[in-house]
């Protein structure tokens, strides 16, 4: 899960590169609800064991209400730092 700098907006999605996937965010690279939103710090993430369970999980977290989003964020990462400084 992504964020933008004041985690106003929430962004889901699946990758099978993540260092790949928040460097084309932060970069602008793929035009769409991210580079127009500035969504480029990630927030929250987790591992699939499979791209089938990958998919599920984010239309789950898809479906829910941004307190709940924010509570998994919170869990993990209740700073709401940018877990991809390390990469």
């Not at 699946?14 to 996937?21: A, K």
């Not at 035009?31 to 791209?51: D, I, P």
């Not at 977290?61 to 998994?72: T, V």
Request: with cysteine.
């Amino acid at each position: 899960m992504m964020a933008n700098w004041n985690n106003r907006v929430l962004y889901t999605g699946i990758t099978n590169n993540l260092e790949r996937r928040v460097y084309e965010h932060k970069n602008k690279i793929i035009k769409g609800f991210t580079s127009k939103y500035n969504v480029n710090k990630l927030v929250y993430y987790e591992c699939a064991s499979s791209v089938v369970s990958a998919i599920e999980k984010e239309k789950q977290i898809k479906g829910w209400k941004r307190s709940k989003k924010e509570a998994l964020v919170y869990e993990q990462n209740p700073d709401w730092e940018d877990l991809s400084k390390g990469f």
